[in-house]
């Protein structure tokens, strides 16, 4: 089992910045790809970035750019540092941990954070 706990989330002006965290507890973080979603109201949970285990990164084109993935495996933790940030990126934020990095589906991941909500106001 892993634990995945998100902050940072919060509400910020478009073209402003925040930078979420997500710590793991549990089975060794280093053996699992990481994973943000994110889901806006009505709507599914979509792709937004993923790191491998060997630090391959990939992203959503709505994102890429602008959002940078990156991970410590000493401290057991990811993080999601989004800047020039726009009212379309207002969503609840979740931290996947799975196998199967080129997979861009949120089935596809095994653990979830519980979420924080990153609001954008125009």
């Known amino acids: 089992q892993v634990q995945l706990v998100e902050s940072g989330g919060g509400l910020v002006q478009a073209g402003g910045s925040l930078r979420l965290s997500c710590t793991a507890s549990g089975r060794t973080f280093t053996t699992y790809d990481m994973g943000w979603f994110r889901q806006a109201p009505g709507k599914e949970r979509d792709f937004v970035a993923a790191i491998s285990r060997s630090g391959g990164t990939d992203y959503a084109d709505s994102v890429k750019g602008r959002f940078t993935i990156s991970r410590d495996n000493a401290k057991s933790a990811g993080y999601l540092q989004m800047n020039n940030l726009k009212p379309e990126d207002t969503a609840v934020y979740y931290c996947?941990?799975?196998?199967?990095?080129?997979?861009?589906?949120?089935?596809?991941?095994?653990?979830w954070g519980q979420g924080t909500q990153v609001t954008v106001s125009s």
């Open positions: 996947a941990a799975g196998v199967n990095y080129s997979s861009r589906y949120a089935s596809d991941m095994t653990y």
